[in-house]
């Protein structure tokens, strides 16, 4: 599995709160961008990366969506792909109009801790909020040499390995596309990178 969209696979209440929350962490970050952050990447940038754990917002706001990037179906969901999961990184990506957001080809791994090792699997689990089109800026993975688009509707979750090189261009309409980003991995790899990740172990919980 290099890429994968599951279709329909996050539940509606889920959806819901995720397209209200990343509205509101990206209004929380707006006016801190380029400022130091304690964990992460260690600044504030167009994005929110650790967003589950982000200093701007209310415990009971992080504790929430960790609660989504924790949760039993997502759990049922990367357990397919890596069977024994760690936690390494959530983010909260809003395209806008307003915001050059545009990705440039790049593969996941090649910007963690350990780029090159290829006993290393990350898979990206991209919780789609807004249906992906060719002028909010979907996403793109390069297959075989070649650039092939995706077209992920709302509560879909594409899958990309961490080192499938993938893009995506900037929202030309006015309303924004937002995804929810959970990122695992087959080892412990957060813990002394940059500021700080998550490294735990990923299991089921009991809540």
């Given at each position: 599995m290099k890429y994968k969209v599951i279709e329909q696979a996050v539940p509606s209440d889920v959806v819901k709160y995720l397209q209200?929350?990343?509205?509101?962490?990206?209004?929380?970050?707006?006016?801190?961008?380029?400022?130091?952050?304690?964990?992460?990447?260690g600044v504030y940038w167009g994005g929110i990366c650790m967003a589950s754990?982000?200093?701007?917002?209310?415990d009971e706001e992080n504790k929430k969506l960790f609660n989504i990037y924790t949760s039993n179906f997502m759990y049922n969901i990367i357990t397919e792909y890596i069977k024994e999961p760690y936690l390494f990184n959530d983010q909260i990506v809003v395209k806008?109009?307003?915001?050059?957001?545009?990705f440039n080809p790049h593969c996941d791994n090649d910007l963690g801790p350990f780029p090159g090792d290829k006993s290393l699997l990350t898979i990206n689990c991209m919780i789609v909020l807004d249906d992906f089109t060719d002028k909010n800026g979907t996403i793109e993975v390069l297959d075989n040499?070649?650039?092939?688009?995706l077209y992920p509707k709302t509560g879909d979750i594409v899958l990309i390995e961490g080192n499938v090189f993938h893009r995506s261009s900037p929202n030309t309409t006015d309303i924004p596309r937002r995804a929810y980003l959970c990122i695992y991995s087959n080892k412990s790899i957060g813990k002394d990178f940059k500021s700080g990740f998550y490294y735990q172990k990923f299991t089921k919980q009991i809540r």
């Open positions: 209200y929350y990343t509205n509101e962490a990206m209004c929380k970050t707006k006016n801190h961008q380029g400022s130091v952050r304690e964990n992460g990447s754990s982000l200093p701007l917002a209310t806008d109009k307003n915001v050059n957001m545009t040499d070649k650039w092939i688009k």
